[in-house]
């Protein structure tokens, strides 16, 4: 309502500046002439004499204000424009990216293909072989010979198909972590390509709304300090840097996979790794009651781990499937460590007590499958230690080293005898020895530190973290990512810790298990062919398995619910 002039004041009113306006005041028909700063009203000069002559009225010529709300607006123009650039070259990126993780990804199954096509090819070929062997023997037979053939034929075939399942169903597995792969990073560059574009709609938009409010004043004045928020508060959400840098991070996650493969054992195995993913605990073996202080040594096979009591030194083997547990030797001489040779034999380091003399005899031992001994190898022995750890490195060679010794003996398991001897500079042997697929060797060779040597002895990298207690080193062989155990007595827990065989720490405590036992006997955590992790708390064995994810730091889901 305007209110009359009250005596005694005076109002000054500018002269109008030509310009021909259309906007009228509602109450008086005349054009509109001021802006009243108090009230936050646009006013003609009959409001201006009547209502808002007094202080603290502050009257502003209406043309000021249209021209200072145009011009901030046009002083937006710049930001939003660099801003709309920017925010269509980051499209275009992503673009760029998800072809990127389609060709990679594509490459990852083609070769899993591709090396699971050749060797059904390889197994269809010894079966052709076989059965044209077959035929030939058969065709200098008679009735019976015929009839002997046509059955070994059937059971070549059978056996040429229970192989080919066997691949196939591998190959069909490995296809599957592939797919969920590709689906998990396909799935985050759809979530980065609809940010992408609601930002540029929502820029299109304000860019759209400011043209619009142009052309008209009362509209301009009315909308502008509601448009110029929408703008500030885009521009501040920085949605530009937080999509690079999720970009980024899928980018290098995607990098990372890769198909391994490989020869443990002298069995062939693949699978996809590369990556650092999350563990996840799959199933948990209780161990009979017979075992009284337990720990794992090493896998003999891909289903099958060697289990020792430290009590008694009885050697068991269980079966992590049927979860089975057989004991397979009795107490009396401490088993160091074992490795298959290959997939019939095993070998054991030892620690024996009753060696004399110059020479280690039965501290490196062979056994068949069912734990039977087929022969012992003797080195020679330096210095009064009578303990020997053992692995098998990816020639088939035997290697050996005696602790607080500095040598490494490579044998020959053809003939027992040794074929090199790394000297290690400045190192000794403290504990487990194990083979790198590069050729190098980790060894224990202090209080939690672990150093990979060369094939002339030279230390290539040591490992060692303080917080590692009384820890315990194993390698995967297909990747030669190293995995320490160690207990953490404040948190009364088994932790394990992922290293890299160059000594970088790539992930703490992937996986963790409360202390059951109370002694200070840590069991290693194994890593089987397949690449899962088996951990010992002392009463169980715990399996765990891992999977791709993609943990994106950055949260964009604000984005969304701006609106301009």
């Given at each position: 309502?305007?209110?009359?002039?009250?005596?005694?004041?005076?109002?000054?009113?500018?002269?109008?500046?030509?310009?021909?306006?259309?906007?009228?005041?509602?109450k008086?028909?005349?054009?509109?002439?001021?802006?009243?700063?108090?009230?936050?009203?646009?006013?003609?000069?009959?409001?201006?004499?009547?209502?808002?002559?007094?202080?603290?009225?502050?009257?502003?010529?209406?043309?000021?204000?249209?021209?200072?709300?145009?011009?901030?607006?046009?002083?937006?123009?710049?930001?939003?424009?660099?801003?709309?650039?920017?925010?269509k070259?980051?499209?275009?990126?992503?673009?760029?990216?998800?072809?990127?993780?389609?060709?990679?990804?594509?490459?990852?199954?083609?070769?899993?293909?591709?090396?699971?096509?050749?060797?059904?090819?390889?197994?269809?070929?010894?079966?052709?072989?076989?059965?044209?062997?077959?035929?030939?023997?058969?065709?200098?037979?008679?009735?019976?010979?015929?009839?002997?053939?046509?059955?070994?034929?059937?059971?070549?075939?059978?056996?040429r198909e229970?192989?080919?399942?066997?691949?196939?169903?591998?190959?069909?597995?490995?296809?599957?972590?592939?797919?969920?792969?590709?689906?998990?990073?396909?799935?985050?560059?759809?979530?980065?390509?609809?940010?992408?574009?609601?930002?540029?709609?929502?820029?299109?938009?304000?860019?759209?709304?400011?043209?619009?409010?142009?052309?008209?004043?009362?509209?301009?004045?009315?909308?502008?300090?509601?448009?110029?928020?929408?703008?500030?508060?885009?521009?501040?959400?920085?949605?530009?840097?937080?999509?690079?840098?999720?970009?980024?991070?899928?980018?290098?996650?995607?990098?990372?996979?890769?198909?391994?493969?490989?020869?443990?054992?002298?069995?062939?195995?693949?699978?996809?790794?590369?990556?650092?993913?999350?563990?996840?605990?799959?199933?948990?073996?209780?161990?009979?009651?017979?075992?009284?202080?337990?720990?794992?040594?090493?896998?003999?096979?891909?289903?099958?781990?060697?289990?020792?009591?430290?009590?008694?030194?009885?050697?068991?083997?269980?079966?992590?499937?049927?979860?089975?547990?057989?004991?397979?030797?009795?107490?009396?001489?401490?088993?160091?460590?074992?490795?298959?040779?290959?997939?019939?034999v095993?070998?054991?380091?030892?620690?024996?007590?009753?060696?004399?003399?110059?020479?280690?005899?039965?501290?490196?031992?062979?056994?068949?499958?069912?734990?039977?001994?087929?022969?012992?190898?003797?080195?020679?022995?330096?210095?009064?230690?009578?303990?020997?750890?053992v692995?098998?490195?990816?020639?088939?060679?035997i290697?050996?080293?005696?602790?607080?010794?500095?040598?490494?003996?490579?044998?020959?398991?053809?003939?027992?005898?040794?074929?090199?001897?790394?000297?290690?500079?400045?190192?000794?042997?403290?504990?487990?020895?194990?083979?790198?697929?590069?050729?190098?060797?980790?060894?224990?060779?202090?209080?939690?530190?672990?150093?990979?040597?060369?094939?002339?002895?030279?230390?290539?990298?040591?490992?060692?973290?303080?917080e590692?207690?009384?820890?315990?080193?194993?390698?995967?062989?297909?990747?030669?990512?190293?995995?320490?155990?160690?207990?953490?007595?404040?948190?009364?827990?088994?932790?394990?810790?992922?290293?890299?065989s160059?000594?970088?720490?790539q992930?703490?405590?992937?996986?963790?298990?409360?202390?059951?036992?109370?002694?200070?006997?840590?069991?290693?955590?194994?890593?089987?062919p397949?690449?899962?992790?088996?951990g010992?708390?002392?009463?169980?064995?715990?399996?765990?398995?891992?999977?791709?994810?993609?943990?994106?730091i950055?949260?964009?889901?604000?984005?969304?619910?701006?609106?301009?």
């Open positions: 309502m305007a209110a009359r002039f009250p005596k005694g004041n005076q109002v000054q009113l500018r002269p109008r500046k030509g310009h021909d306006m259309t906007w009228s005041c509602d008086h028909g005349g054009p509109i002439a001021f802006y009243c700063k108090k009230h936050g009203l646009f006013v003609c000069d009959r409001c201006a004499i009547k209502e808002h002559c007094q202080k603290p009225c502050e009257l502003d010529d209406i043309e000021d204000v249209i021209f200072e709300r145009r011009k901030k607006l046009d002083e937006k123009r710049p930001e939003i424009q660099e801003l709309q650039k920017q925010m070259a980051l499209d275009l990126k992503i673009k760029t990216a998800l072809a990127f993780s389609d060709t990679n990804l594509q490459t990852v199954n083609n070769n899993i293909q591709a090396s699971y096509h050749d060797k059904i090819k390889s197994v269809e070929e010894k079966e052709d072989r076989m059965i044209r062997v077959i035929n030939e023997e058969a065709d200098e037979e008679i009735r019976l010979v015929n009839e002997k053939r046509e059955k070994r034929i059937k059971d070549c075939n059978t056996e229970k192989e080919r399942k066997i691949i196939k169903d591998k190959e069909a597995k490995l296809l599957s972590d592939a797919k969920k792969i590709t689906e998990i990073v396909s799935k985050k560059i759809k979530d980065l390509i609809n940010t992408s574009q609601h930002v540029i709609n929502t820029i299109t938009n304000i860019e759209l709304t400011i043209t619009r409010i142009n052309q008209d004043d009362e509209i301009l004045v009315n909308e502008a300090p509601q448009v110029l928020a929408s703008i500030d508060e885009n521009l501040s959400l920085n949605v530009h840097q937080d999509v690079t840098d999720c970009l980024h991070q899928i980018e290098n996650a995607i990098q990372g996979v890769k198909f391994v493969e490989g020869e443990v054992g002298g069995e062939y195995y693949g699978r996809i790794d590369g990556y650092i993913g999350k563990w996840e605990l799959f199933k948990s073996i209780h161990i009979p009651l017979v075992v009284n202080d337990l720990e794992v040594r090493y896998f003999v096979s891909e289903d099958e781990i060697c289990v020792q009591d430290v009590d008694n030194y009885n050697m068991y083997i269980t079966n992590i499937y049927t979860q089975h547990t057989e004991k397979v030797t009795d107490g009396g001489e401490w088993i160091t460590s074992c490795a298959p040779l290959d997939s019939n095993i070998v054991c380091g030892k620690e024996r007590w009753d060696c004399t003399g110059d020479r280690l005899d039965g501290c490196i031992t062979l056994y068949d499958r069912q734990w039977k001994v087929i022969r012992d190898i003797s080195i020679s022995r330096i210095g009064y230690n009578k303990a020997l750890y692995d098998v490195d990816s020639d088939g060679m290697i050996a080293g005696q602790s607080y010794q500095s040598n490494i003996y490579v044998i020959n398991p053809a003939n027992d005898k040794i074929v090199n001897t790394i000297t290690m500079q400045g190192k000794t042997v403290w504990g487990v020895i194990q083979a790198l697929s590069s050729g190098d060797i980790v060894v224990n060779t202090g209080n939690n530190t672990y150093t990979v040597i060369s094939r002339s002895g030279e230390a290539k990298a040591v490992i060692h973290c303080d590692w207690g009384s820890s315990r080193c194993r390698v995967d062989k297909l990747t030669d990512t190293l995995y320490i155990a160690y207990r953490d007595k404040e948190r009364n827990t088994y932790a394990v810790d992922q290293v890299s160059d000594g970088i720490i992930a703490r405590r992937i996986v963790e298990y409360v202390q059951i036992d109370s002694t200070d006997f840590i069991s290693p955590c194994l890593v089987t397949f690449g899962n992790l088996v010992c708390d002392g009463d169980k064995i715990h399996l765990y398995k891992k999977t791709f994810t993609l943990e994106i950055k949260n964009l889901n604000t984005v969304c619910r701006h609106r301009p």
